[in-house]
C-alpha cells in the first residue's frame, strides 16, 4: 500500500507541467489506493472460508470468487503419541475409501450403460445409486437432470456455465487428494489392480508348477502373460476409441443450476463394450462368461476353506472332522452374506480380507525360506548354494499333468479383464488416464513375477508332494496353523464379492423370464429382495453340492475354470471388439494379430479343457 502510494507520488512529481486536472486524478486514485484494508493485501490464510473470498472479491471488484485453497500446512501443537494415532486413523480411513471405490468398481464392471427403462420404473434407493455408478440411470449424481442438445444454448451462456461449472467442481474437490478413493490418482488405481488380481488363486501355483514342470510351467505362464496383455491394450484401445465417440457432445443441464448446462460422461464396461460392438448377442456372452467365471471362483472356494478348517481342526483340537461338516459351516456364513445388496457394506471386510492374505503370503514365504535353510550343514555351505541344489533337483516336464497348468496359468489372474475398463474409468485426469496403460502393464508384470517367485520357492521348499491348496502342505505348528484361519477367514470375506456378479445376472435373468411370461411384475433393480434372497441362497447351495462332488480334485476344477472360462473372456473377445469397434482406425497388420490372439486363446480353451475333462476320474 505504501508502495502504491508512494509511486502515485513519484508520478505527480516527475510529470512536469501537468494540468490541474491531472494532479487532481493522481491525487483520487492515491487515496483511493489507501482505502483498501490492510489485513486482505498483507495477510494470506490458507483455507480461508467462502464469505471472506466473497467480501474479498467484492472490494477488489472481482466478477467471480475464486475456490478456497486447501490447508497446506499446519502448526504441530500434539505430542507424538497423538500424532502417530491420528496418522494411523487417517491411514485407516484412506484405505478404507479405497475399498469402498474397489467395491464401487464391481457394479461398473457387470452392467451396460444402455438405459432399461423398465427395470428403473421403481428401483430402489440402494439400486438408482448403484446404476448411477455404472452411468445406466440417465440421473447425474450432481442431480442435473434432462440432455440437452448441441443448440439449446446461446455461446455466451455456454461459456457463462463452464465458468459456473469449474468453479463448482473446484469447491466439491476434497482437499484430501485420497478422500475419493479409486476416483483421482495412479497410485489409488495401482492398488485397485493389486487388489482386483492377487488372491486366493496364488496358493494353487506351486502344486501347479511341480505338476506341469518348470520347461512348461514358466513358457506357458510368459505366454499367457502376454496374451492377457495383448488383450487387455486391445480392451483400453476399444474403451478409448468409444469414450471418445460417445462423450464428445453428450451434455446434460439442471433446472436449479441457472440453466447451466454440464458436460456428462457416460461410464463403459466390458459387457457394454461388446454389445456396442456385437449387440445384444455380445453382451449376454460376456455377462455369461462372467457369470460361469465368477461361480467357479466361488467353487473353489467352497473347496479351498473346507480344507484349510479341517487340517486346522486336526491340528488344534486333534478332531478328525469331515469336509462336508466344514463345508455345511462355510454354507450357513455365506448364505446370510449373500443376501447383502449393496456391497459397498462389505468395505470393512474386505479391507481385513486384504490385510489377512498379506499376512498369510508373507508367512507362506517365511516358512519356505526356513525350510530351505534348515538344510544348508547338510547339502549345502551356503543359502544360494542350497537353492541352487534344491532348483537342479526340480523336474523338467512332467508328462501326467502338464496339461493342468494351460488353465491354472489363466485362473490366476482371477478375472482382473472384467474390471480393467472401471479401473480405467475411475482414473480422474485426461494426462493420467493417458498414463494408465503403461502403469497397468507394468503393475501386471510385476505381480506375475512375484507369483514366478512365490511358487517356484515353495515348490523348491515343500517338494513334488506340495498340496493344491498350498496352507495345508505348511510344517505342523501354531503359526502354520493361524495361516490356515487366515486365508480361510480372507475367503470367507471375499466371497460375497466374488459371488456379486453372478448374483446379479441370474437375478435379472429371472426377472426378465417372469417378465415375459406375464408373472412377475417390475420392482427394484433385478428383483425383489424376497426373491433375490432366494435365488441367492439356491445358488449358494448349488455350488456347495458341486464343491462335495469334486471336494479332492481342486486341481482339475481351477485348471476346468481358467479353460473354459477365462480363456474366452481374457484372450478371445477383448481382439474381436477392437477389430469391430476401430475399423478404419487400427492397421492389417493388427487385425490379423488380433485374429491370431483368439484363434489362441480358443486353441488354450479346446485342448485345455478336453485334457481335463479326460483325465478326470
Same mark, same amino acid.
Given at each position: 500500500?505504501?508502495?502504491?502510494?508512494?509511486?502515485?507520488?513519484?508520478?505527480?512529481?516527475?510529470?512536469?507541467?501537468?494540468?490541474?486536472?491531472?494532479?487532481?486524478?493522481?491525487?483520487?486514485?492515491?487515496?483511493?489506493?489507501?482505502?483498501?484494508?490492510?489485513?486482505?493485501?498483507?495477510?494470506?490464510?490458507?483455507?480461508?472460508?467462502?464469505?471472506?473470498?466473497?467480501?474479498?472479491?467484492?472490494?477488489?471488484?472481482?466478477?467471480?470468487?475464486?475456490?478456497?485453497?486447501?490447508?497446506?500446512?499446519?502448526?504441530?501443537?500434539?505430542?507424538?503419541?497423538?500424532?502417530?494415532?491420528?496418522?494411523?486413523?487417517?491411514?485407516?480411513?484412506?484405505?478404507?475409501?479405497?475399498?469402498?471405490?474397489?467395491?464401487?468398481?464391481?457394479?461398473?464392471?457387470?452392467?451396460?450403460?444402455?438405459?432399461?427403462?423398465?427395470?428403473?420404473a421403481e428401483s430402489s434407493e440402494s439400486d438408482t445409486a448403484a446404476m448411477m455408478l455404472m452411468g445406466r440411470s440417465g440421473v447425474d449424481p450432481?442431480?442435473?437432470?434432462? @440432455?440437452?442438445?448441441?443448440?439449446?444454448?446461446?455461446?455466451?451462456?455456454?461459456?457463462?456455465?463452464?465458468?459456473?461449472?469449474?468453479?463448482?467442481?473446484?469447491?466439491?474437490?476434497?482437499?484430501?487428494?485420497?478422500?475419493?478413493?479409486?476416483?483421482?490418482?495412479?497410485?489409488?488405481?495401482?492398488?485397485?489392480?493389486?487388489?482386483?488380481?492377487?488372491?486366493?488363486?496364488?496358493?494353487?501355483?506351486?502344486?501347479?508348477?511341480?505338476?506341469?514342470?518348470?520347461?512348461?510351467?514358466?513358457?506357458?505362464?510368459?505366454?499367457?502373460?502376454?496374451?492377457?496383455?495383448?488383450?487387455?491394450?486391445?480392451?483400453?484401445?476399444?474403451?478409448?476409441?468409444?469414450?471418445?465417440?460417445?462423450?464428445?457432445n453428450r451434455t446434460s443441464m439442471n433446472k436449479n443450476h441457472m440453466g447451466l448446462k454440464l458436460k456428462k460422461r457416460i461410464i463403459l464396461s466390458?459387457?457394454?463394450?461388446?454389445?456396442?460392438?456385437?449387440?445384444?448377442?455380445?453382451?449376454?456372452?460376456?455377462?455369461?462368461?462372467?457369470?460361469?467365471?465368477?461361480?467357479?471362483?466361488?467353487?473353489?472356494?467352497?473347496?479351498?476353506?473346507?480344507?484349510?478348517?479341517?487340517?486346522?481342526?486336526?491340528?488344534?483340537?486333534?478332531?478328525?472332522?469331515?469336509?462336508?461338516?466344514?463345508?455345511?459351516?462355510?454354507?450357513?456364513?455365506?448364505?446370510?452374506?449373500?443376501?447383502?445388496?449393496? @456391497?459397498?457394506?462389505?468395505?470393512?471386510?474386505?479391507?481385513?480380507?486384504?490385510?489377512?492374505?498379506?499376512?498369510?503370503?508373507?508367512?507362506?514365504?517365511?516358512?519356505?525360506?526356513?525350510?530351505?535353510?534348515?538344510?544348508?550343514?547338510?547339502?549345502?555351505?551356503?543359502?544360494?548354494?542350497?537353492?541352487?541344489?534344491?532348483?537342479?533337483?526340480?523336474?523338467?516336464?512332467?508328462?501326467?499333468?502338464?496339461?493342468?497348468?494351460?488353465?491354472?496359468?489363466?485362473?490366476?489372474?482371477?478375472?482382473? @479383464?472384467?474390471?480393467?475398463?472401471?479401473?480405467?474409468?475411475?482414473?480422474?485426469?485426461?494426462?493420467?488416464?493417458?498414463?494408465?496403460?503403461?502403469?497397468?502393464?507394468?503393475?501386471?508384470?510385476?505381480?506375475?513375477?512375484?507369483?514366478?517367485?512365490?511358487?517356484?520357492?515353495?515348490?523348491?521348499?515343500?517338494?513334488?508332494?506340495?498340496?493344491?491348496?498350498?496352507?495345508?502342505?505348511?510344517?505342523?505348528?501354531?503359526?502354520?496353523?493361524?495361516?490356515?484361519?487366515?486365508?480361510?477367514?480372507?475367503?470367507?470375506?471375499?466371497?460375497?464379492?466374488?459371488?456379486?456378479?453372478?448374483?446379479?445376472?441370474?437375478?435379472?435373468?429371472?426377472?426378465?423370464?417372469?417378465?415375459?411370461?406375464?408373472?412377475?411384475?417390475?420392482?427394484?433393480?433385478?428383483?425383489?429382495?424376497?426373491?433375490?434372497?432366494?435365488?441367492?441362497?439356491?445358488?449358494? @447351495?448349488?455350488?456347495?453340492?458341486?464343491?462335495?462332488?469334486?471336494?479332492?480334485?481342486?486341481?482339475?476344477?481351477?485348471?476346468?475354470?481358467?479353460?473354459?472360462?477365462?480363456?474366452?473372456?481374457?484372450?478371445?473377445?477383448?481382439?474381436?471388439?477392437?477389430?469391430?469397434?476401430?475399423?478404419?482406425?487400427?492397421?492389417?497388420?493388427?487385425?490379423?494379430?488380433?485374429?491370431?490372439?483368439?484363434?489362441?486363446?480358443?486353441?488354450?480353451?479346446?485342448?485345455?479343457?478336453?485334457?481335463?475333462?479326460?483325465?478326470?476320474?
Amino acid at each position: 500500500e505504501k508502495a502504491m502510494s508512494n509511486n502515485y507520488g513519484s508520478i505527480e512529481g516527475s510529470i512536469e507541467g501537468s494540468t490541474d486536472e491531472a494532479a487532481t486524478n493522481s491525487t483520487a486514485a492515491s487515496s483511493s489506493a489507501q482505502q483498501l484494508p490492510v489485513n486482505h493485501l498483507s495477510t494470506y490464510t490458507a483455507g480461508e472460508d467462502a464469505g471472506r473470498l466473497a467480501t474479498l472479491a467484492k472490494e477488489f471488484g472481482l466478477s467471480r470468487t475464486r475456490a478456497p485453497k486447501s490447508q497446506v500446512r499446519a502448526r504441530v501443537t500434539d505430542s507424538l503419541a497423538t500424532l502417530n494415532l491420528e496418522s494411523l486413523k487417517l491411514w485407516a480411513g484412506r484405505m478404507i475409501s479405497l475399498d469402498k471405490s474397489y467395491l464401487e468398481m464391481r457394479y461398473r464392471s457387470l452392467f451396460s450403460a444402455h438405459l432399461d427403462a423398465d427395470r428403473l420404473a421403481e428401483s430402489s434407493e440402494s439400486d438408482t445409486a448403484a446404476m448411477m455408478l455404472m452411468g445406466r440411470s440417465g440421473v447425474d449424481p450432481w442431480g442435473r437432470l434432462p @440432455i440437452l442438445s448441441e443448440g439449446d444454448l446461446s455461446e455466451e451462456a455456454e461459456e457463462q456455465q463452464n465458468l459456473q461449472i469449474e468453479q463448482e467442481q473446484q469447491q466439491q474437490q476434497p482437499s484430501d487428494p485420497h478422500a475419493a478413493g479409486l476416483g483421482g490418482t495412479l497410485s489409488s488405481a495401482t492398488l485397485g489392480i493389486i487388489k482386483g488380481m492377487v488372491g486366493p488363486a496364488i496358493l494353487y501355483l506351486p502344486h501347479g508348477f511341480a505338476q506341469a514342470g518348470y520347461l512348461v510351467a514358466i513358457p506357458v505362464l510368459m505366454l499367457s502373460t502376454m496374451l492377457f496383455l495383448w488383450s487387455s491394450k486391445c480392451l483400453l484401445d476399444s474403451w478409448k476409441v468409444e469414450s471418445d465417440r460417445v462423450n464428445r457432445n453428450r451434455t446434460s443441464m439442471n433446472k436449479n443450476h441457472m440453466g447451466l448446462k454440464l458436460k456428462k460422461r457416460i461410464i463403459l464396461s466390458y459387457p457394454e463394450l461388446a454389445y456396442r460392438a456385437f449387440g445384444s448377442s455380445g453382451e449376454k456372452l460376456v455377462q455369461v462368461g462372467i457369470l460361469l467365471m465368477q461361480s467357479g471362483v466361488c467353487l473353489t472356494y467352497l473347496i479351498f476353506v473346507p480344507q484349510n478348517l479341517s487340517a486346522a481342526a486336526l491340528l488344534l483340537f486333534n478332531w478328525d472332522v469331515s469336509t462336508n461338516w466344514t463345508l455345511a459351516l462355510m454354507m450357513a456364513v455365506q448364505i446370510p452374506m449373500s443376501w447383502i445388496r449393496d @456391497i459397498r457394506r462389505l468395505t470393512v471386510t474386505n479391507l481385513l480380507a486384504n490385510l489377512l492374505i498379506l499376512y498369510g503370503l508373507i508367512t507362506c514365504l517365511g516358512f519356505a525360506m526356513d525350510d530351505m535353510g534348515d538344510d544348508i550343514d547338510e547339502t549345502s555351505s551356503s543359502f544360494l548354494q542350497e537353492v541352487f541344489h534344491r532348483a537342479q533337483s526340480l523336474p523338467a516336464f512332467n508328462p501326467s499333468g502338464w496339461f493342468l497348468f494351460l488353465g491354472t496359468s489363466v485362473l490366476l489372474f482371477e478375472g482382473s @479383464i472384467t474390471l480393467l475398463v472401471p479401473l480405467q474409468e475411475a482414473v480422474h485426469t485426461s494426462s493420467d488416464r493417458d498414463k494408465f496403460p503403461n502403469l497397468y502393464f507394468k503393475v501386471i508384470l510385476g505381480i506375475v513375477s512375484f507369483y514366478s517367485f512365490f511358487g517356484i520357492t515353495c515348490w523348491m521348499a515343500f517338494g513334488d508332494q506340495v498340496r493344491t491348496v498350498m496352507t495345508t502342505s505348511l510344517p505342523t505348528g501354531k503359526l502354520a496353523t493361524t495361516v490356515q484361519l487366515a486365508y480361510s477367514l480372507a475367503v470367507v470375506f471375499t466371497f460375497p464379492l466374488q459371488n456379486f456378479p453372478s448374483l446379479e445376472i441370474v437375478c435379472v435373468t429371472v426377472e426378465r423370464m417372469l417378465l415375459s411370461s406375464g408373472h412377475g411384475k417390475v420392482g427394484s433393480h433385478g428383483s425383489s429382495t424376497t426373491q433375490r434372497n432366494v435365488i441367492s441362497t439356491l445358488l449358494v @447351495i448349488s455350488l456347495s453340492i458341486i464343491a462335495v462332488l469334486t471336494m479332492n480334485d481342486l486341481d482339475k476344477v481351477v485348471s476346468l475354470m481358467g479353460s473354459l472360462l477365462g480363456c474366452p473372456l481374457a484372450f478371445v473377445i477383448p481382439p474381436l471388439i477392437q477389430n469391430q469397434l476401430a475399423k478404419g482406425q487400427i492397421g492389417e497388420w493388427k487385425r490379423r494379430v488380433n485374429i491370431m490372439v483368439a484363434v489362441l486363446g480358443v486353441g488354450a480353451m479346446v485342448v485345455s479343457s478336453v485334457t481335463t475333462l479326460l483325465k478326470w476320474d
